[in-house]
């Protein structure tokens, strides 16, 4: 080979690494330092009662987001949920196998060496010979090792193996996205039971004031002060009320068989926690990630990072297609038709070859990969910016909903005060006779419904609060592919 031919193929070599990019550039972080275009009241330094919460910005959520809920009952059920939840056991497999496979792409960047053993017999025909001797049919032996290497002079084959481990790492986020599902799900479906035993607790209050009320009726009439049109107006009240119970019931049947599934679990095994709001402690003080935080620490959005980062790595093995590719082989072996002069000295045999191939014609399909290649790296270049836009979507929702939820509570709690008050001078009044039993219901009504509203803002809060931690990420322990597999796997 001369001076010029090596020259060729030298600029050849080093054009082509060159080409086999683009390198993978993590996103830069979002510059924007708050989640709402205008400031809060939960972000107030001093709040204005003892009961209001206040979202620290920049301080990062604990690990174990859910135990700030200080709830024994809560903490066993999240503990439940990871251990046994089917969703995370596939997500952990999913990981095992994307690292196995990335594992094995790794490996394609080293020489393959392998061992060949063979014996056949053989005749040689008169077209093989011509007019020379034929020998007669004979046996052969032959054992040797084999080596074959595939020259990644243009980069693409570690370009596949970086694709592998970003489609890996997404799989892990994958894993983690999971975690935080689980959990959110168990958190959320445990608030929303303990909302709704509350609000079937305050219903049975009510009926119970509504039988109380039906009685005061009965008597009333019986003393002649009123007419049999107040009983069954009474009556009519205790039977609307009443009928409030069953959807409620429904919607704690459908919670609690929810809550049963993360678990892992069917609906009718095992038995359930009796939640209540009352032994729930609303956490006062909100870590809040900042946006630039965010964007380094929620699943969906290392995913989508990660996505980006496989793409990106698919443009570089479809630039390396471009380019000539060089396969290198050898092999040494004993050859004998004698067995047992397998291992003589002359009967030794070795091989070198290597292998040149480039693209000249192929109707345009490679180059045309390569751009299908860039479009599919732009798309996830896209996809990444609308999932962090939609991830600060979620917390400014959620703290502008804590932000309402405190509003609200202070006004019902003003509005069930005053339906009570109203309730308690309408009776008054109607046992001395001075107002009708229909302005009575109509108090009553009025304090049910600031009742349940009460309890429905304040069973909110906790809902708002956890949703918030969720739209944050979350927090958890870094997880791995299934015990067992993945990397770890001997076998």
């Given at each position: ?26 996103p830069d972080a979002p510059h924007a330092d708050r989640y709402t275009a205008q400031p809060l009241n939960l972000e107030r330094k001093n709040p204005r009662t003892a009961s209001a919460q206040q979202a620290i910005l920049g301080e ?147 009926l119970d004031e509504d039988r109380e009320n039906l009685k005061l009726v009965h008597e009333a009439f019986d003393a002649g002060s009123v007419s049999r049109l107040d009983i069954v107006s009474a009556d009519s009240q205790l039977a ?252």
């Amino acid at each position: 080979m001369n001076r010029t031919t090596l020259t060729t193929l030298l600029a050849v070599t080093i054009l082509a690494g060159c080409a086999a990019g683009p390198d993978f550039k993590r996103p830069d972080a979002p510059h924007a330092d708050r989640y709402t275009a205008q400031p809060l009241n939960l972000e107030r330094k001093n709040p204005r009662t003892a009961s209001a919460q206040q979202a620290i910005l920049g301080e990062q959520l604990d690990q174990a987001w859910w135990q700030l809920f200080q709830s024994d009952a809560l903490n066993g059920v999240v503990k439940r949920a990871l251990a046994q939840n089917r969703s995370i056991v596939a997500a952990g497999y999913t990981l095992a196998q994307a690292q196995e496979l990335a594992a094995a792409q790794a490996g394609t960047l080293y020489p393959r060496v392998g061992m060949t053993a063979g014996v056949g017999r053989e005749k040689y025909g008169a077209e093989f010979l011509g007019t020379s001797p034929k020998p007669p049919p004979f046996t052969y032996f032959a054992v040797g090792p084999t080596i074959s290497y595939s020259l990644d002079y243009t980069g693409g084959g570690a370009r596949s193996v970086e694709q592998q481990n970003a489609l890996a790492s997404y799989q892990r986020q994958q894993l983690k996205a999971a975690y935080l599902t689980v959990t959110g799900n168990a958190v959320l479906e445990s608030l929303k039971i303990a909302s709704l035993r509350a609000q079937i607790a305050t219903v049975q209050t009510l009926l119970d004031e509504d039988r109380e009320n039906l009685k005061l009726v009965h008597e009333a009439f019986d003393a002649g002060s009123v007419s049999r049109l107040d009983i069954v107006s009474a009556d009519s009240q205790l039977a609307t009320d009443t009928a409030l119970v069953p959807p409620l019931r429904q919607e704690l049947s459908l919670a609690q068989h929810a809550l049963a599934i993360v678990l892992g679990q069917a609906p009718a095994e095992g038995t359930l926690p009796e939640f209540d709001l009352a032994q729930l402690t609303l956490p006062r003080r909100l870590p809040v990630s900042l946006p630039s935080e965010l964007a380094h620490r929620r699943p969906d959005i290392l995913a989508a990072e990660a996505e980006l980062h496989a793409a990106t790595a698919a443009v570089g093995v479809a630039t390396s297609n471009l380019y000539p590719h060089l396969d290198l082989s050898a092999s040494f072996s004993q050859q004998s038709t004698v067995i047992g002069q397998l291992f003589a000295s002359g009967s030794s045999a070795w091989s070198l070859a290597g292998g040149f191939v480039a693209p000249v014609f192929d109707g345009g399909t490679l180059r045309a990969k390569r751009r299908a290649a860039v479009d599919a790296m732009q798309a996830s270049a896209a996809k990444y910016q609308q999932t962090v836009l939609t991830a600060f979507g979620q917390v400014a929702d959620s703290l502008q909903a804590l932000d309402h939820d405190t509003e609200g509570l202070d006004a019902q709690t003003r509005a069930q005060q005053a339906a009570c008050d109203n309730l308690d001078l309408t009776r008054k009044s109607y046992r001395e006779g001075n107002i009708g039993v229909l302005q009575v219901l109509d108090a009553e009504r009025r304090y049910q419904q600031a009742s349940l509203a009460y309890v429905r803002i304040r069973a909110q809060r906790y809902m708002d609060t956890a949703q918030l931690f969720l739209a944050l990420g979350g927090s958890g322990p870094e997880v791995d592919a299934h015990p067992g597999q993945g990397s770890r796997r001997s076998d």
